[in-house]
């Protein structure tokens, strides 16, 4: 991993090179390596007036002389050589640089002694390293330039943009082949324009970035789904509430969200100005946590009822920047498959986190997703002030989570920094058919809240005690996982989840009778089926209904008319034969 790294920071160079090369009026921004590939920020100098030349900038189309460029370069067989500086001398040396001397203010600030910098040939850059000895090293083949990006200098709004060059780079050109045939794959599994393909859902600006509309197809998939993870949870013992989207501020300032989470909540609404009899600001709910507590504590409780398990299938609002928004995986207003659990003591909360845990793995597996990388995020141990709560919950809350990863003979690794706010967390990312992972379930350890609005029951000695309380959402935002369902499958779901599991494909117009015949008993025997009664050729019909990725479609003639048959083609395997309706159930759906 090093070698490719070090190939990757090398390459960086040599595409600047290039690029100073054709470009001679360029600056040099940042040019790190990033997951399989790298990339590098260039600006233009300005003329006396402070303006930059449009012309001279770099499109798209200069992408591939860039690359020629490079492989000129890459054959010099030009030496990588490090040297250290005085902040004089390369402040000299970059003296018509100005986002390098920005960076070696910085260096100076952070208290460095030296600056080191990198030469290879007749170009120079502020660097660290690592890099190759020398260009040979690189294969000539192995590399690509991607897209053209704007990007601000350092990430900001504020300050300048410039432009940036995305490549992705290999060993050798066979890898590189390799890594392009998985990027065609993930392509055409992209969940965007198979839900456009499966007439599932689209995102309209009239309605607003970051809001799906789900389609009548889409919407049933996403009923089936929330179906039988309602079901499951119901014979958990889990019961099931029902909260509103909106709350007064007052509700977010108790539980720490305005404090904590205010960057990812939509502004808050004044009442007032709707109704002046109303007093107090409103807010649409992030989260349903606030409410499922106010449930809990409408009511005292004694400890024979615990666990409480509560569940909603609700949906939250979080703003999210526009340019972070993508399809379903990204989005402002998503549903949560929602728990809550209040639990009565430690050995309580650790038997109810190690059910969540068995519950987590057997519904994922539902869904076929069967390797997962596992993450115990857990306080940033520099920064405890971002977090609730005090130091013995956290180390008690942390050390539950462990030994439940432990004894489940969960893989993990700790996540520092990456806890919520009130509490710790378990952090599931499952793997798809294609070897990428997406996070997918949270569990979540909260003694934080309880005592926020302090809640608490009767215990068997008649006292009153604080409960512990469990977060959890397995298939988290139904919007996320949907997406992410959408890409392992390609679209072709299995039997249980299509939306349309049969398609029958009358011939012509006289065959409908029969083919609404067929429609009948496979509802009646729960399946859910269409009939094409367009007047289009089958061929058409057959190809429109393949593109649909719909399991089963039964195209019926004239034979199949007379012998009550239907000829069937099973998707991925063509046409399979004539069979009886009442065979297909027995011998097909049953064993699916």
């Known amino acids: 991993m090093e ?94 640089e100005p986002y390098k001397l920005e960076l070696i203010h910085d260096l100076k600030q952070e208290g460095e002694k030296k600056v080191s910098i990198y030469k290879t040939g007749d170009f120079t850059d502020l660097c660290k390293g690592p890099h190759i000895k020398n260009t040979k090293e690189v294969d000539p083949e192995g590399f690509k330039l991607t897209k053209l990006a704007g990007a601000y200098w350092k990430g900001s709004e504020n300050n300048a943009q410039l432009q940036r060059i995305y490549a992705v780079a290999f060993e050798s050109k066979d890898k590189l082949d390799i890594y392009s045939k998985l990027q065609e794959e993930i392509e055409k599994r992209d969940h965007r324009l198979l839900g456009q393909q499966l007439d599932l859902f689209h995102i309209d600006d009239e309605v607003g970035p970051g809001l799906i509309l789900w389609h009548p197809k889409g919407a049933l998939l996403k009923r089936i789904i929330e179906t039988y993870v309602l079901d499951r949870y119901l014979e958990e013992g ?160 942390e050390e539950i989570l462990e030994k439940v990863l432990k004894q489940e003979k969960w893989e993990f690794t700790r996540d520092e920094g990456e806890a919520v706010f009130y509490g710790p967390k378990i952090d599931i990312k499952v793997k798809d058919e294609l070897g990428r992972t997406w996070q997918i379930s949270t569990i979540q350890v909260d003694f934080n809240l309880p005592e926020k609005f302090d809640l608490s029951f009767i215990n068997a000695k008649s006292e009153k005690e604080r409960p512990f309380m469990i977060h959890r959402a397995l298939l988290g935002s139904l919007e996320r996982f949907m997406g992410v369902l959408i890409e392992n499958y390609g679209g072709a779901f299995p039997m249980w989840l299509s939306p349309v599991q049969v398609k029958i494909l009358p011939i012509s117009d006289k065959h409908l009778d029969y083919g609404r015949e067929i429609v009948k008993e496979l509802k009646a025997s729960k399946i859910r089926v269409e009939l094409d009664e367009r007047n289009e050729t089958i061929g058409k019909k057959i190809r429109e209904a393949e593109m649909q990725k719909i399991p089963y479609i039964f195209v019926i003639g004239d034979q199949e008319v007379g012998a009550k048959t239907v000829r069937i083609r099973e998707r991925g395997k063509g046409d399979i034969g004539e069979m009886k309706i009442k065979d297909f159930l027995e011998k097909t759906i049953r064993n699916s």
């Not at 390459?11 to 399989?36: C, D, Q, R, W």
């Not at 309580?348 to 076929?368: A, G, M, P």
């Open 238 to 397: 889990y019961q099931l509430l029902n909260t509103p989207h909106i709350a007064n501020l007052k509700l977010w300032q108790t539980s720490g969200h305005t404090g904590f989470y205010k960057d990812s909540m939509f502004p808050s609404f004044h009442m007032a100005e709707i109704d002046k009899e109303e007093k107090g600001d409103y807010q649409l709910k992030p989260m349903n946590c606030p409410f499922h507590i106010k449930i809990y504590k409408s009511s005292m409780r004694s400890y024979r009822e615990f666990p409480v398990r509560y569940t909603e299938l609700g949906t939250v609002y979080r703003y999210e920047k526009s340019g972070t928004l993508h399809g379903l995986v990204r989005v402002r207003g998503f549903t949560q498959d929602d728990a809550h659990i209040f639990c009565a003591g430690k050995d309580q909360l650790l038997s109810e986190v190690i059910n969540v845990v068995r519950l987590t793995k057997e519904i994922l597996t539902k869904f076929d997703f069967r390797e997962y990388e596992v993450k115990l995020s857990v306080r940033d141990p520099k920064n405890k002030s971002k977090y609730l709560g005090s130091e013995q919950g956290w180390s008690d809350a």
């Open 3 to 96: 070698n490719i790294n070090s190939i990757r920071h090398s390459l960086s160079h040599i595409m600047a090179m290039a690029v100073k090369k054709l470009y001679p009026k360029v600056v040099f921004g940042i040019g790190p390596t990033i997951e399989n590939g790298f990339y590098y920020d260039f600006g233009m100098q300005t003329d006396t007036h402070g303006l930059t030349n449009r012309s001279s900038q770099i499109t798209e189309a200069d992408l591939l002389k860039i690359e020629k460029e490079m492989r000129k370069i890459i054959a010099q067989n030009l030496d990588f050589v490090k040297e250290e500086k005085t902040f004089s001398e390369a402040e000299k040396i970059f003296k018509n």
